[in-house]
């Protein structure tokens, strides 16, 4: 069964950049699509966005100019990097293969445990 | 962007009652609608996918419903361990959206 684990510093600046990895195990990262999501602290779900290994990526618009994923085949990895910080941004991060269903359609089905971020100076 | 509304925003009920979850869209999603449930501390876990189809290894007293723009997430009769937060989320329009939330409590 895939397993998925964030991991990345807990404490980031103001303006600063956050940088956060997703290991996957269990599976080859090269068969799926992959995402990260993200919960502020006592909040609801915010999608970042979603893409393929091959760098076929769609981002949450509101997120767009900020954001830049990267994939490590060779690691079984992939990365977010989320700039110009600000308090808005502390939040538990997520990563999730996005997957297809028997019906054609791409869901969230495999989870990561999180990771809170917390942008404070 | 698509806004998911969930209603009620907390639900109290004992184990063995009849639970009943709403979800409205902001325009049409159908079918591409999706339920989640999350416990404190943990991920969410995906139950139903495209309003109705349950995702693998989830109990039969989860269901859903729905199309459009009104979808309901039923739990026919409430075990212990299905007390959490629950979410929906569509896939129709990027951006992907999530719905607040709905906080199902022991009564």
């Known amino acids: 069964q895939v397993q998925l684990q964030e991991s990345g510093p807990g404490l980031v600046k103001p303006s600063e950049t956050l940088s956060l990895t997703c290991t996957v195990s269990?599976?080859?990262?090269?068969?799926?699509?992959w995402s990260w999501i993200r919960q502020p602290p006592g909040k609801g779900l915010e999608w970042i966005a979603y893409f393929y290994h091959t760098g076929s990526t769609t981002y949450n618009p509101s997120l767009k100019s900020r954001v830049t994923i990267s994939v490590d085949t060779s690691k079984n990895q992939f990365s977010l990097k989320l700039n110009s910080l600000t308090a808005a941004d502390t939040a538990v991060y997520y990563c999730?293969?996005?997957?297809?269903?028997?019906?054609?359609?791409?869901?969230?089905?495999?989870w990561g445990q999180g990771t809170l971020v917390t942008v404070s100076s | 962007e698509i806004v998911l509304t969930q209603s009620p925003a907390t639900l109290s009920l004992s184990p063995g009652e009849r639970a009943t979850l709403s979800c409205r869209a902001s325009q049409s999603v159908s079918p591409y609608l999706a339920w989640y449930q999350q416990k404190p501390g943990q991920a969410p876990r995906l139950l139903i996918y495209d309003a109705s189809n349950r995702a693998t290894g989830i109990p039969a007293r989860f269901s859903g419903s729905g199309s459009g723009t009104d979808f309901t997430l039923t739990i026919s009769s409430l075990e212990p361990e299905d007390f959490a937060v629950y979410y929906c989320?569509?896939?129709?329009?990027?951006?992907?959206?999530f719905g607040q939330g709905t906080k199902l409590e022991i009564k």
């Open positions: 989320q569509q896939r129709s329009n990027v951006p992907e959206t």
């Open positions: 999730a293969r996005y997957d297809m269903m028997p019906t054609g359609s791409r869901y969230f089905d495999f």
């Open positions: 269990g599976g080859s990262i090269s068969n799926y699509y």
